[in-house]
């Protein structure tokens, strides 16, 4: 029987084999002596494992994480709304419905965000969607559009757009 082993005996002892049945030691897992007994009863199942300790570096971590995670969100959703903007503009050729480069160019933001969960995945599309109808009303408000009188801009953004139709 090889050594260290603990066998569940009637749920309440464990028998560590050190080297034969001969040389049995029983343990009472009900009240163990040490901490290699507390050991050998957690590992048979006969007492729980004890609670992990909370390390507060892991919340500050974790805060960290969903901080940066809200913040690539909203610089998406803000490129999003540039996206429609141009749309609705008129700077992104196709018109407003089933434009392929603006649908392309959302999707590549979209992209990295793809291994979330569900609900923050969910979180992302409507943020994606109110961006979307934001850029769009803001291409209604008069003068607007004049911001893609600079010629760089539109070259800028149609070359996104040629690129997110070509991948």
Known sequence: MPDNTVIRNIGVIATLCLAS???AQTIH????KDAEETRLCRESGM?????PAINPYDEIERKAQADALRARMQETWESV????????????PGGVEGNLGA???V????????????????ELWAGIKKYAEIGL??????????????PQRVMTIRELARTAIMH
């Open 21 to 23: 049945v001969a040389n």
């Open 29 to 32: 897992c009900s009240n163990p």
């Open 103 to 105: 649908e392309r160019m």
């Open 81 to 92: 709304a540039t996206i429609y903007f141009a749309t609705g503009c008129g700077v992104l």
């Open 137 to 150: 009303a803001k291409a209604k408000e008069p003068q607007a559009c004049d911001y893609w009188k600079d």
């Open 107 to 122: 999707g590549a933001l979209a992209r990295p965000f793809n291994k979330l969960p569900n609900s923050e995945f969910g």
């Open 47 to 51: 007492l729980p494992q004890p609670k």
